[in-house]
Protein backbone atom coordinates (compact mmCIF):
# COMPACT_ATOMS: atom_id res chain seq x y z
CA UNK A 1 0.00 0.00 0.00
CA UNK A 2 1.33 3.48 -0.49
CA UNK A 3 2.74 5.46 2.15
CA UNK A 4 1.82 8.82 3.07
CA UNK A 5 3.24 11.65 0.47
CA UNK A 6 4.01 15.10 0.78
CA UNK A 7 3.55 17.58 -2.40
CA UNK A 8 5.96 20.51 -2.90
CA UNK A 9 4.78 23.51 -5.11
CA UNK A 10 7.18 26.12 -6.30
CA UNK A 11 6.48 29.66 -5.86
CA UNK A 12 2.86 30.17 -4.92
CA UNK A 13 2.06 33.32 -2.46
CA UNK A 14 5.17 35.04 -3.29
CA UNK A 15 4.79 38.64 -4.04
CA UNK A 16 1.27 38.03 -4.84
CA UNK A 17 1.89 36.07 -7.60
CA UNK A 18 0.61 32.80 -8.39
CA UNK A 19 -1.96 33.18 -5.26
CA UNK A 20 -3.25 29.58 -3.72
CA UNK A 21 -5.33 29.86 -1.09
CA UNK A 22 -4.61 26.79 1.58
CA UNK A 23 -8.98 25.95 1.82
CA UNK A 24 -8.49 25.63 -2.20
CA UNK A 25 -5.79 23.85 -2.24
CA UNK A 26 -6.70 20.69 -0.07
CA UNK A 27 -10.14 20.51 -1.81
CA UNK A 28 -8.34 20.38 -5.07
CA UNK A 29 -5.91 17.58 -3.58
CA UNK A 30 -9.70 15.97 -2.45
CA UNK A 31 -11.14 16.38 -5.45
CA UNK A 32 -8.37 14.05 -7.12
CA UNK A 33 -9.09 11.14 -4.45
CA UNK A 34 -6.47 11.93 -2.20
CA UNK A 35 -7.10 11.16 1.72
CA UNK A 36 -6.42 13.17 5.04
CA UNK A 37 -5.27 15.81 3.37
CA UNK A 38 -3.50 18.57 5.65
CA UNK A 39 -1.43 21.64 4.28
CA UNK A 40 1.57 23.38 6.07
CA UNK A 41 2.04 27.30 6.01
CA UNK A 42 1.13 28.87 2.94
CA UNK A 43 4.30 28.39 0.36
CA UNK A 44 2.23 24.94 -0.93
CA UNK A 45 3.10 21.85 1.08
CA UNK A 46 0.45 19.10 1.72
CA UNK A 47 0.49 15.76 3.00
CA UNK A 48 -1.78 12.76 2.30
CA UNK A 49 -2.68 9.14 1.95
CA UNK A 50 -3.75 7.54 -1.17
CA UNK A 51 -3.19 8.18 -4.94
CA UNK A 52 -0.86 6.50 -7.73
CA UNK A 53 2.38 6.57 -9.28
CA UNK A 54 4.51 10.16 -8.84
CA UNK A 55 4.72 10.87 -12.10
CA UNK A 56 1.23 10.71 -12.68
CA UNK A 57 -0.43 11.90 -9.89
CA UNK A 58 2.23 14.78 -10.08
CA UNK A 59 1.12 15.35 -13.78
CA UNK A 60 -2.49 15.75 -12.67
CA UNK A 61 -2.26 17.94 -9.51
CA UNK A 62 -0.41 20.32 -12.14
CA UNK A 63 -3.19 19.92 -14.70
CA UNK A 64 -5.63 21.06 -11.80
CA UNK A 65 -3.88 23.86 -10.61
CA UNK A 66 -3.58 25.15 -14.12
CA UNK A 67 -7.64 24.53 -14.11
CA UNK A 68 -8.87 25.69 -11.40
CA UNK A 69 -6.55 28.64 -10.29
CA UNK A 70 -4.46 29.49 -13.56
CA UNK A 71 -1.33 28.37 -11.97
CA UNK A 72 1.59 27.28 -13.60
CA UNK A 73 4.13 25.37 -11.34
CA UNK A 74 6.08 22.34 -11.14
CA UNK A 75 4.99 20.20 -8.63
CA UNK A 76 7.48 17.38 -6.45
CA UNK A 77 6.04 14.34 -4.83
CA UNK A 78 8.05 12.73 -1.95
CA UNK A 79 7.59 10.29 0.45
CA UNK A 80 8.95 9.68 3.93
CA UNK A 81 12.09 8.10 3.08
CA UNK A 82 13.00 11.53 0.59
CA UNK A 83 12.68 13.78 3.81
CA UNK A 84 14.43 11.81 5.97
CA UNK A 85 17.21 11.82 3.76
CA UNK A 86 16.99 15.72 3.69
CA UNK A 87 16.80 15.97 7.65
CA UNK A 88 20.35 13.84 7.60
CA UNK A 89 22.00 17.18 6.66
CA UNK A 90 25.95 16.30 6.60
CA UNK A 91 27.29 20.13 8.25
CA UNK A 92 27.57 20.89 12.14
CA UNK A 93 25.65 19.39 14.56
CA UNK A 94 23.53 22.39 16.32
CA UNK A 95 23.10 23.95 13.25
CA UNK A 96 19.83 26.07 12.84
CA UNK A 97 17.52 23.92 10.86
CA UNK A 98 15.74 27.26 9.38
CA UNK A 99 19.19 28.27 7.89
CA UNK A 100 19.45 24.53 5.78
CA UNK A 101 17.50 24.49 3.73
CA UNK A 102 16.41 21.52 1.18
CA UNK A 103 16.61 22.20 -2.91
CA UNK A 104 14.20 19.12 -4.57
CA UNK A 105 15.36 18.69 -7.67
CA UNK A 106 12.93 17.56 -10.48
CA UNK A 107 13.99 14.28 -12.63
CA UNK A 108 15.15 16.25 -15.10
CA UNK A 109 17.15 18.72 -13.16
CA UNK A 110 20.37 19.75 -14.42
CA UNK A 111 23.91 19.01 -13.20
CA UNK A 112 25.73 21.58 -10.99
CA UNK A 113 28.53 23.50 -11.79
CA UNK A 114 31.02 22.76 -8.62
CA UNK A 115 33.55 25.02 -9.97
CA UNK A 116 30.98 27.92 -9.84
CA UNK A 117 29.56 26.77 -6.68
CA UNK A 118 32.70 26.58 -4.69
CA UNK A 119 33.54 30.63 -6.01
CA UNK A 120 30.63 31.86 -4.57
CA UNK A 121 31.15 29.91 -1.38
CA UNK A 122 32.19 31.77 1.79
CA UNK A 123 30.73 30.20 5.00
CA UNK A 124 28.43 28.41 3.14
CA UNK A 125 28.57 24.65 2.45
CA UNK A 126 26.63 22.31 0.26
CA UNK A 127 25.55 19.05 -0.65
CA UNK A 128 24.09 16.93 -3.09
CA UNK A 129 21.96 13.49 -2.74
CA UNK A 130 19.86 11.49 -5.52
CA UNK A 131 17.30 14.05 -6.30
CA UNK A 132 18.40 16.67 -3.25
CA UNK A 133 21.04 19.50 -2.14
CA UNK A 134 21.28 20.70 0.55
CA UNK A 135 22.71 23.70 1.09
CA UNK A 136 23.99 25.49 4.65
CA UNK A 137 23.55 29.32 4.96
CA UNK A 138 24.67 30.45 8.24
CA UNK A 139 23.63 34.02 7.49
CA UNK A 140 20.48 33.67 5.64
CA UNK A 141 19.20 31.97 2.41
CA UNK A 142 18.22 35.35 1.37
CA UNK A 143 21.86 37.09 1.53
CA UNK A 144 23.69 33.77 0.28
CA UNK A 145 25.91 34.24 -2.90
CA UNK A 146 25.77 30.52 -3.32
CA UNK A 147 21.91 29.91 -3.31
CA UNK A 148 21.65 32.98 -5.90
CA UNK A 149 24.15 30.66 -7.98
CA UNK A 150 22.30 27.11 -7.53
CA UNK A 151 18.65 28.61 -8.38
CA UNK A 152 20.10 30.16 -11.97
CA UNK A 153 21.58 26.69 -12.42
CA UNK A 154 18.59 24.91 -11.48
CA UNK A 155 16.09 27.21 -12.96
CA UNK A 156 12.48 25.46 -12.56
CA UNK A 157 13.49 22.17 -11.70
CA UNK A 158 13.33 22.87 -7.83
CA UNK A 159 11.86 23.44 -4.84
CA UNK A 160 13.69 24.85 -1.56
CA UNK A 161 12.61 24.47 1.97
CA UNK A 162 14.13 24.84 5.42
CA UNK A 163 14.53 21.54 7.29
CA UNK A 164 11.50 23.07 10.22
CA UNK A 165 9.40 22.84 7.36
CA UNK A 166 10.77 19.78 6.51
CA UNK A 167 10.73 18.42 9.67
CA UNK A 168 7.31 18.98 10.18
CA UNK A 169 6.01 17.67 7.24
CA UNK A 170 7.73 14.35 8.27
CA UNK A 171 5.57 14.85 11.95
CA UNK A 172 2.61 15.34 9.41
CA UNK A 173 3.10 12.20 7.65
CA UNK A 174 4.34 9.79 10.69
CA UNK A 175 1.27 10.88 12.58
CA UNK A 176 -0.65 9.82 8.98
CA UNK A 177 0.81 6.84 8.90
CA UNK A 178 -0.02 5.48 12.85
CA UNK A 179 -3.84 6.33 12.00
CA UNK A 180 -3.93 4.75 8.85
CA UNK A 181 -5.98 1.29 9.78
CA UNK A 182 -8.93 -0.63 8.52
CA UNK A 183 -11.29 0.66 11.30
CA UNK A 184 -10.11 4.43 10.89
CA UNK A 185 -11.49 5.32 7.73
CA UNK A 186 -15.02 4.44 8.87
CA UNK A 187 -14.79 6.04 11.93
CA UNK A 188 -13.64 9.36 9.83
CA UNK A 189 -17.39 8.85 7.74
CA UNK A 190 -19.63 9.19 10.75
CA UNK A 191 -21.70 12.38 11.71
CA UNK A 192 -18.82 14.76 10.14
CA UNK A 193 -21.12 16.39 7.79
CA UNK A 194 -19.11 18.70 5.40
CA UNK A 195 -15.29 18.07 4.02
CA UNK A 196 -14.08 21.08 5.68
CA UNK A 197 -15.25 19.76 9.36
CA UNK A 198 -13.62 16.57 8.49
CA UNK A 199 -10.54 18.54 7.31
CA UNK A 200 -9.88 20.40 10.41
CA UNK A 201 -10.83 16.88 12.67
CA UNK A 202 -7.54 15.64 11.14
CA UNK A 203 -5.86 18.80 11.87
CA UNK A 204 -6.85 18.27 15.97
CA UNK A 205 -5.52 14.81 15.28
CA UNK A 206 -2.10 15.44 13.88
CA UNK A 207 -1.81 18.83 16.58
CA UNK A 208 -2.59 16.21 19.28
CA UNK A 209 0.12 13.67 17.47
CA UNK A 210 2.96 16.61 17.36
CA UNK A 211 2.37 18.84 20.13
CA UNK A 212 -0.03 18.11 23.06
CA UNK A 213 0.34 14.63 24.28
CA UNK A 214 2.68 15.76 27.05
CA UNK A 215 0.74 18.52 28.18
CA UNK A 216 -1.89 15.87 29.53
CA UNK A 217 -0.37 14.67 32.30
CA UNK A 218 0.15 18.83 33.83
CA UNK A 219 -3.60 19.44 33.45
CA UNK A 220 -5.58 16.44 33.86
CA UNK A 221 -8.69 18.92 35.01
CA UNK A 222 -9.06 20.42 31.42
CA UNK A 223 -8.98 19.50 27.94
CA UNK A 224 -5.45 20.62 27.10
CA UNK A 225 -4.47 18.55 23.92
CA UNK A 226 -5.81 20.69 21.47
CA UNK A 227 -7.05 24.46 20.68
CA UNK A 228 -11.15 24.38 20.39
CA UNK A 229 -10.50 27.27 18.73
CA UNK A 230 -9.10 25.59 15.99
CA UNK A 231 -12.08 22.57 16.23
CA UNK A 232 -15.23 25.01 16.14
CA UNK A 233 -14.11 28.12 13.78
CA UNK A 234 -15.83 26.99 10.58
CA UNK A 235 -18.89 26.21 11.73
CA UNK A 236 -19.87 29.68 13.27
CA UNK A 237 -20.04 31.88 10.20
CA UNK A 238 -22.04 34.52 10.42
CA UNK A 239 -21.69 37.21 8.05
CA UNK A 240 -24.55 39.11 9.05
CA UNK A 241 -24.51 39.65 12.39
CA UNK A 242 -20.74 38.06 13.57
CA UNK A 243 -21.74 37.58 17.24
CA UNK A 244 -24.90 35.71 16.51
CA UNK A 245 -24.90 32.08 18.09
CA UNK A 246 -21.47 32.58 20.37
CA UNK A 247 -22.05 30.84 23.43
CA UNK A 248 -21.30 32.35 27.08
CA UNK A 249 -18.16 33.73 27.75
CA UNK A 250 -16.58 33.25 24.14
CA UNK A 251 -15.61 36.25 21.85
CA UNK A 252 -14.92 35.28 17.82
CA UNK A 253 -11.62 37.01 15.79
CA UNK A 254 -11.95 37.18 12.27
CA UNK A 255 -9.06 38.34 10.25
CA UNK A 256 -10.42 41.06 7.72
CA UNK A 257 -6.74 41.58 6.11
CA UNK A 258 -3.28 43.78 6.58
CA UNK A 259 -3.67 44.75 10.53
CA UNK A 260 -7.98 44.40 10.55
CA UNK A 261 -9.63 42.23 12.62
CA UNK A 262 -12.96 42.14 13.71
CA UNK A 263 -13.46 41.03 17.63
CA UNK A 264 -16.76 39.79 18.82
CA UNK A 265 -18.38 39.20 21.98
CA UNK A 266 -21.26 36.89 23.45
CA UNK A 267 -23.39 39.83 24.03
CA UNK A 268 -23.09 41.21 20.49
CA UNK A 269 -20.46 44.14 21.10
CA UNK A 270 -18.10 44.50 17.88
CA UNK A 271 -14.24 45.72 17.57
CA UNK A 272 -12.70 46.82 14.43
CA UNK A 273 -8.27 46.83 14.49
CA UNK A 274 -6.63 49.65 12.35
CA UNK A 275 -9.79 50.10 10.82
CA UNK A 276 -9.01 52.27 7.26
CA UNK A 277 -12.65 52.34 6.50
CA UNK A 278 -14.00 49.28 4.58
CA UNK A 279 -14.86 45.92 6.02
CA UNK A 280 -17.09 43.92 3.65
CA UNK A 281 -20.04 44.45 1.45
CA UNK A 282 -21.82 43.46 5.24
CA UNK A 283 -23.40 46.68 6.49
CA UNK A 284 -22.18 46.03 9.55
CA UNK A 285 -21.60 49.38 11.98
CA UNK A 286 -18.89 48.16 14.92
CA UNK A 287 -19.32 49.62 18.32
CA UNK A 288 -15.24 50.56 18.42
CA UNK A 289 -13.04 50.89 15.63
CA UNK A 290 -9.09 51.91 16.58
CA UNK A 291 -6.96 53.45 14.40
CA UNK A 292 -3.40 53.70 13.84
CA UNK A 293 -1.68 56.56 11.46
CA UNK A 294 1.82 55.06 10.00
CA UNK A 295 0.58 55.08 7.04
CA UNK A 296 -2.52 55.28 5.28
CA UNK A 297 -3.96 51.61 5.05
CA UNK A 298 -4.50 51.45 9.03
CA UNK A 299 -6.88 54.47 8.99
CA UNK A 300 -9.27 56.72 7.18
CA UNK A 301 -9.92 60.62 7.34
CA UNK A 302 -13.71 59.33 6.55
CA UNK A 303 -14.93 57.33 8.94
CA UNK A 304 -18.31 55.65 8.86
CA UNK A 305 -20.28 58.16 10.99
CA UNK A 306 -22.28 56.08 12.33
CA UNK A 307 -19.76 54.42 14.72
CA UNK A 308 -20.32 55.43 18.16
CA UNK A 309 -16.69 54.84 19.25
CA UNK A 310 -13.73 55.80 17.52
CA UNK A 311 -10.17 55.44 18.91
CA UNK A 312 -7.20 57.13 17.19
CA UNK A 313 -3.36 55.45 18.16
CA UNK A 314 -1.88 58.73 17.94
CA UNK A 315 -0.97 61.97 19.67
CA UNK A 316 -3.57 64.69 19.90
CA UNK A 317 -2.47 68.27 20.79
CA UNK A 318 0.73 66.94 21.68
CA UNK A 319 -0.51 64.25 24.29
CA UNK A 320 -0.39 60.74 24.04
CA UNK A 321 -3.59 58.81 22.98
CA UNK A 322 -5.17 57.72 26.39
CA UNK A 323 -7.90 55.46 26.12
CA UNK A 324 -10.18 53.26 28.39
CA UNK A 325 -13.36 52.51 26.72
CA UNK A 326 -15.94 49.79 28.97
CA UNK A 327 -18.50 48.94 26.64
CA UNK A 328 -20.05 46.60 29.24
CA UNK A 329 -18.89 42.65 27.35
CA UNK A 330 -15.68 44.78 26.39
CA UNK A 331 -12.88 47.10 27.70
CA UNK A 332 -10.73 48.72 25.50
CA UNK A 333 -7.41 50.22 26.52
CA UNK A 334 -4.06 51.26 25.01
CA UNK A 335 -0.50 50.87 25.10
CA UNK A 336 1.78 53.76 22.92
CA UNK A 337 4.92 53.17 21.60
CA UNK A 338 7.14 55.55 19.44
CA UNK A 339 6.86 55.25 15.81
CA UNK A 340 9.46 55.90 12.92
CA UNK A 341 9.39 57.80 9.42
CA UNK A 342 9.24 57.74 6.41
CA UNK A 343 5.43 56.88 7.02
CA UNK A 344 3.25 59.35 7.91
CA UNK A 345 4.66 62.50 9.42
CA UNK A 346 7.65 60.49 9.88
CA UNK A 347 9.53 59.50 13.79
CA UNK A 348 6.79 60.50 15.84
CA UNK A 349 6.67 60.11 20.17
CA UNK A 350 3.93 57.72 20.82
CA UNK A 351 2.94 57.81 17.40
CA UNK A 352 1.35 54.18 18.04
CA UNK A 353 -1.24 52.29 19.83
CA UNK A 354 -1.08 49.19 21.28
CA UNK A 355 -5.00 48.09 21.94
CA UNK A 356 -5.89 45.50 24.00
CA UNK A 357 -9.50 44.11 24.06
CA UNK A 358 -10.69 42.65 27.68
CA UNK A 359 -13.30 40.19 26.81
CA UNK A 360 -14.72 36.90 28.19
CA UNK A 361 -11.76 36.85 30.90
CA UNK A 362 -9.55 37.14 27.62
CA UNK A 363 -6.77 40.03 27.30
CA UNK A 364 -6.66 40.31 23.61
CA UNK A 365 -3.57 42.50 22.15
CA UNK A 366 -3.12 43.85 19.06
CA UNK A 367 0.21 45.37 18.57
CA UNK A 368 -0.43 48.08 15.54
CA UNK A 369 2.10 49.35 13.51
CA UNK A 370 4.85 48.28 16.07
CA UNK A 371 8.50 50.17 15.25
CA UNK A 372 9.56 50.51 18.68
CA UNK A 373 11.15 47.53 20.44
CA UNK A 374 9.61 47.74 24.23
CA UNK A 375 10.29 48.97 27.31
CA UNK A 376 9.74 46.95 30.57
CA UNK A 377 7.42 49.95 31.24
CA UNK A 378 5.56 48.99 28.33
CA UNK A 379 5.35 45.51 29.29
CA UNK A 380 3.85 46.14 32.44
CA UNK A 381 1.41 48.12 31.26
CA UNK A 382 0.68 45.58 28.64
CA UNK A 383 0.24 43.05 30.87
CA UNK A 384 -1.17 39.75 30.28
CA UNK A 385 -1.98 38.68 27.17
CA UNK A 386 -4.22 35.63 26.20
CA UNK A 387 -3.98 36.13 22.21
CA UNK A 388 -1.64 38.76 20.25
CA UNK A 389 -2.02 39.91 16.65
CA UNK A 390 1.58 40.33 15.61
CA UNK A 391 2.79 41.80 11.90
CA UNK A 392 5.26 40.08 10.77
CA UNK A 393 6.15 42.07 7.46
CA UNK A 394 9.92 42.03 8.90
CA UNK A 395 10.64 45.64 7.34
CA UNK A 396 7.60 48.10 7.31
CA UNK A 397 7.26 47.15 10.96
CA UNK A 398 10.24 45.57 13.20
CA UNK A 399 12.55 43.05 11.53
CA UNK A 400 11.35 39.72 12.16
CA UNK A 401 14.06 38.91 15.26
CA UNK A 402 13.29 41.38 17.03
CA UNK A 403 9.29 41.00 16.75
CA UNK A 404 9.94 37.01 17.79
CA UNK A 405 11.32 38.07 20.88
CA UNK A 406 8.48 39.91 21.27
CA UNK A 407 6.20 37.99 20.71
CA UNK A 408 8.49 35.25 23.16
CA UNK A 409 8.10 37.89 25.94
CA UNK A 410 4.64 38.43 25.91
CA UNK A 411 3.88 34.77 26.35
CA UNK A 412 0.31 34.88 24.90
CA UNK A 413 -0.99 30.91 24.49
CA UNK A 414 -2.23 32.22 20.54
CA UNK A 415 -0.30 34.45 18.03
CA UNK A 416 -2.01 35.22 14.92
CA UNK A 417 0.07 36.88 12.55
CA UNK A 418 -0.55 39.80 10.61
CA UNK A 419 0.41 42.70 7.88
CA UNK A 420 2.19 40.41 5.70
CA UNK A 421 1.82 41.10 2.41
CA UNK A 422 3.05 37.62 0.99
CA UNK A 423 4.20 34.18 2.02
CA UNK A 424 7.75 35.07 2.56
CA UNK A 425 7.84 37.18 5.96
CA UNK A 426 5.02 34.57 7.20
CA UNK A 427 6.78 31.40 6.26
CA UNK A 428 10.49 33.23 7.60
CA UNK A 429 8.17 34.31 11.03
CA UNK A 430 6.81 30.55 10.95
CA UNK A 431 10.02 29.16 11.15
CA UNK A 432 11.71 31.34 13.33
CA UNK A 433 9.18 30.44 16.14
CA UNK A 434 8.67 26.65 15.40
CA UNK A 435 9.67 24.35 17.87
CA UNK A 436 8.90 26.66 20.48
CA UNK A 437 5.45 27.42 19.34
CA UNK A 438 3.43 25.02 17.68
CA UNK A 439 2.01 26.43 14.08
CA UNK A 440 -1.15 25.69 12.65
CA UNK A 441 -2.14 26.98 9.07
CA UNK A 442 -5.88 27.09 9.61
CA UNK A 443 -7.46 27.43 6.07
CA UNK A 444 -9.89 29.51 8.00
CA UNK A 445 -10.90 33.34 8.12
CA UNK A 446 -12.57 33.58 12.07
CA UNK A 447 -12.29 31.06 14.98
CA UNK A 448 -13.78 31.10 18.24
CA UNK A 449 -11.80 31.38 21.72
CA UNK A 450 -12.48 30.85 25.29
CA UNK A 451 -10.73 31.54 28.60
CA UNK A 452 -10.87 27.97 29.37
CA UNK A 453 -9.48 26.21 26.11
CA UNK A 454 -5.94 28.01 25.63
CA UNK A 455 -3.78 25.82 24.11
CA UNK A 456 -1.49 23.79 26.76
CA UNK A 457 1.45 24.71 23.87
CA UNK A 458 1.47 28.24 22.75
CA UNK A 459 0.08 28.29 19.25
CA UNK A 460 0.68 30.58 16.18
CA UNK A 461 -2.58 30.37 14.50
CA UNK A 462 -2.50 31.90 10.50
CA UNK A 463 -5.86 32.97 9.71
CA UNK A 464 -6.88 33.59 6.07
CA UNK A 465 -7.69 37.13 5.45
CA UNK A 466 -11.13 37.69 4.04
CA UNK A 467 -13.87 40.84 4.18
CA UNK A 468 -17.12 40.53 5.69
CA UNK A 469 -19.58 38.83 2.62
CA UNK A 470 -15.86 38.61 0.78
Known amino acids: MQGPRAVLLRGVNVSGHNRLPMAGFRALLEGLGLRRVETWIQSGNAVFCGGGPDDRLAAAIAAALRSEFGIDTPVFLRDAPALRAALDHPFTAGADPARIHAFFLAPDAPPLDEARLAAARIDETWAR???????????????????????????????????????????????????????????????????????????????????????????????????????????????????????????????????????????????????????????????????????????????????????????????????????????????????????????????????????????????????????????????????????????????????EQIVRRLKARVVLPMHWFNGASLREFLAGMEGEFAVVETGVSQMEFGLRDMPAQPTILVLEPRLLDE
Open 129 to 403: RDGLVLLHTPSGLGRSRLAAVMARQLTTAHTARNLRSVAALAALMSSRRREDGAGDAAAFRVNLGPTRRCRMFRLLTAALCLIALPALGQQPDRIASHCHAVARGPDRVQPARLGEGLDQDRVLIRYLGHASFAIVTDQGTVAVTDYAGFIGRTDLVPDVATMNNAHHTHWTPNPDPRIPHLLDGWPQDGAPAQHRLDLGSMLVRNVTSDTRGPFGEGALRDGNSIFIFEAAGLCIGHLGHLHQILTDAQYAEIGRLDIVMVPVDGGYTLRLADM
